[in-house]
C-alpha cells in the first residue's frame, strides 16, 4: 500500500512559497574597470610641457608677484655662474633684462605662477618661460622686438592648443 502524501512534508514543515531569496552582499560589486586602466594611475589633464634633454638645466615655479621678474634674473645669472659661465657685466645685464622681460610677459597672462627653465650647452644658454594660464589674448610683436635688440641669437613665443598656456624663450650666447 502506498503511503499518503502529507502536505505537511514528511518533518512536518510546509516550504515557503515564493522561496527566500539570499540577502545582497555587504560590499557593492566594482563596476567593471575600463581597458588599460592600471591601479592607483590617475588622470592628469595634459599640460604645457617642456622637455630638455642631454644638457645641463634647472628649473624654478614663481608666484605672480611684483618682485617675480628681478628674482627670475637674479636665478639665471646665478645658476649661469654656478656652472662656470664666466659672464662679463654687460653680458649679465644682459641675460637679467631678457629674463625679466619674459618672466614680465608671462606674468601679465594672469595665474598664480609661472615656470622659469634655464638650460645651456655649446656656449649658448636657453631661457623659457611658462605661463601655465589660458584664455589670453595673442602676443603682439612688441616683446619680441625689446628681446632682440638685447643681442639674442634667437627667440620666439607660441601657444598650446590643448592647454592654452603660453611659452616664451630666447636663445643667449654666452661667449667662448
Do not use: F
Not at 79 to 95: C, M, T, V, Y
Not at 135 to 153: F, I, K, M, N
Amino acid at each position: 500500500m502506498a503511503v499518503p502524501l502529507n502536505a505537511d512534508g514528511e518533518d512536518g514543515h510546509r516550504p515557503d512559497y515564493p522561496p527566500k531569496t539570499p540577502p545582497p552582499p555587504k560590499k557593492p560589486v566594482e563596476p567593471p574597470r575600463p581597458e588599460g586602466a592600471v591601479l592607483g594611475a590617475v588622470l592628469v589633464r595634459p599640460r604645457l610641457a617642456v622637455r630638455i634633454a642631454n644638457r645641463r638645466a634647472a628649473n624654478w615655479t614663481l608666484e605672480n608677484a611684483p618682485w617675480t621678474p628681478a628674482k627670475a634674473g637674479r636665478y639665471i645669472v646665478g645658476k649661469l655662474g654656478e656652472w662656470g659661465h664666466h659672464l662679463d657685466s654687460d653680458r649679465e645685464a644682459n641675460i637679467t633684462e631678457v629674463t625679466v622681460l619674459l618672466a614680465r610677459a608671462a606674468l601679465t597672462d594672469g595665474g598664480r605662477r609661472i615656470s622659469l627653465h634655464l638650460a645651456d650647452q655649446d656656449h649658448q644658454a636657453l631661457i623659457l618661460v611658462l605661463s601655465h594660464q589660458s584664455g589670453h589674448v595673442p602676443e603682439d610683436e612688441g616683446l619680441l622686438r625689446e628681446v632682440t635688440a638685447l643681442g639674442v641669437v634667437s627667440c620666439c613665443t607660441d601657444t598650446d592648443r590643448v592647454d592654452g598656456g603660453r611659452r616664451r624663450w630666447a636663445l643667449i650666447d654666452l661667449g667662448g
